[in-house]
T-cell receptor, first 113, second 112 residues
Framework: GENVEQHPSTLSVQEGDSAVIKCTYS??????FPWYKQELGKGPQLIIDIRSNVGEKKDQRIAVTLNKTAKHFSLHITETQPEDSAVYFC????????????FGDGTTLTVKP | GAVVSQHPSRVICKSGTSVKIECRSLDFQATTMFWYRQFPKQSLMLMAT?????????EQGVEKDKFLINHASLTLSTLTVTSAHPEDSSFYIC????????FGQGTRLTVV
């Protein structure tokens, strides 16, 4: 089955700096890669996603890049703010499997004011 | 984005009783919903895939008789934890699939 590794497990940055979280996946059949933000005591919130036919996607301060050859994808957050502090999860999914995703272990991001 | 409502957000029950958690897709229909369990500071562990009108598919190691899942309509799936014990205490989260997965706000279950 699919295996997703996520690094780093914790990340601390100063407000205004950029944060990068990286994930690798094992199954080349995976074709959908979402990123979720989870605040304490809440469910995960989809913040951005990318499909395998695209190399990069951007939404305001958030961007995701995908390298299919190397089987890795990354989340980039620019101009970080304290409210960006949360746990971030990456996931990988195969197109033939209706929504069943494999999640990374999560990254706890702390943005210091 | 699409809205998934999960209820209750918190529940405390006595050992041996059953608890039902509801997951509703408010503004879309979801043929497929998923139920996860999350331990503190850990990732999401898929428990089962719920398909409208058919039996749920459980992941290996998940007791189907203990965690009853019903997906009677395109907007509602329920998870019933039967004969709950303290070790069932956890954070349970549902998601609904509509080309993307949208999650509910989670249910904190405490069994005393």
């Amino acid at each position: 089955g699919e295996n997703v590794e996520q690094h780093p497990s914790t990340l601390s940055v100063q407000e205004g700096d950029s944060a990068v979280i990286k994930c690798t996946y094992s199954d080349s059949a995976s074709n959908y890669f979402p990123w979720y933000k989870q605040e304490l005591g809440k469910g995960p919130q989809l913040i951005i996603d990318i499909r395998s036919n695209v190399g990069e996607k951007k939404d305001q301060r958030i961007a995701v890049t995908l390298n299919k050859t190397a089987k890795h994808f990354s989340l980039h957050i620019t101009e970080t703010q304290p409210e960006d502090s949360a746990v971030y999860f990456c996931a990988a999914r195969m197109g033939t499997n209706a929504g069943k995703s494999t999640f990374g272990d999560g990254t706890t991001l702390t943005v210091k004011p | 984005g699409a809205v998934v409502s999960q209820h209750p957000s918190r529940v405390i029950c006595k050992s041996g009783t059953s608890v039902k958690i509801e997951c509703r897709s408010l503004d879309f229909q979801a043929t497929t919903m998923f139920w996860y369990r999350q331990f503190p500071k850990q990732s999401l562990m898929l428990m089962a895939t719920s398909n409208e009108g058919s039996k749920a598919t459980y992941e290996q190691g998940v007791e189907k008789d203990k965690f009853l899942i019903n997906h009677a309509s395109l907007t509602l799936s329920t998870l019933t934890v039967t004969s709950a014990h303290p070790e069932d205490s956890s954070f349970y989260i549902c998601s609904a699939w509509t080309g993307k997965a949208f999650f509910g706000q989670g249910t904190r279950l405490t069994v005393v």
